[in-house]
């Protein structure tokens, strides 16, 4: 074949630190223009974002030529420096890691959707147990204690004490290539 063809659809979700409410409405579209702007220069395309104060959700057609991790390091490093030069957000901070998980063309229409209508959906239900929903969606093996930047402890209580050594969010969601 003398070309190189390819359509892959990825969902990926990140948090701000700690999930701090720091993504304000006023900035909001901006940081997606913005975002929007680094995928393209990486020859990727982003079909949609969306989110809330405190995470967003991109669903991107992966270019041919960039992996996965390498293109989310761009977004991430990229937009938090630029989210730095609007006002007072020099202590604004991407969470470690990331979810990653991809999807089919049929599921296309359903996840734009889905992410159009994040602030909605957050108006009842909190990130930890959407994110761990997707994780369990998407059948992604996980620590419960190190999936967000707290660690749990045993008793299910969100705190800073018991994590391991400098383990906040490393560990990075495995891709998952299965169609649904």
């Not at 079909?47 to 293109?71: F, V």
């Not at 470690?96 to 209508?117: D, H, M």
């Not at 660690?151 to 705190?159: K, M, Y």
Request: net charge positive.
């Amino acid at each position: 074949m003398p070309q190189s063809l390819v359509r892959v659809l990825i969902h990926v979700v990140f948090s701000t630190k700690n999930r701090a409410n720091l993504i304000l409405p006023e900035i909001e579209s901006g940081l997606f223009g913005y975002i929007h702007g680094i995928v393209e220069n990486n020859k990727s395309k982003l079909i949609i974002a969306n989110g809330t104060m405190n995470h967003i959700h991109l669903l991107i057609s992966l270019g041919r030529t960039i992996g996965i991790s390498e293109l989310i390091g761009d977004i991430k490093r990229d937009s938090s420096v630029w989210i730095k030069t609007q006002g007072d957000f020099r202590n604004f901070y991407w969470q470690e890691g990331y979810g990653a998980f991809s999807i089919g063309q049929s599921q296309l229409p359903k996840v734009v959707q889905y992410i159009k209508g994040q602030k909605e959906h957050h108006a009842e239900s909190d990130f930890k147990t959407e994110f761990r929903s997707l994780l369990t969606r998407y059948e992604v093996e996980y620590d419960q204690r190190y999936v967000l930047d707290r660690c749990s402890s045993p008793s299910g209580t969100d705190s800073y004490t018991g994590c391991s050594s400098g383990f906040t969010l490393r560990y990075i969601i495995r891709l998952l290539w299965r169609q649904r």
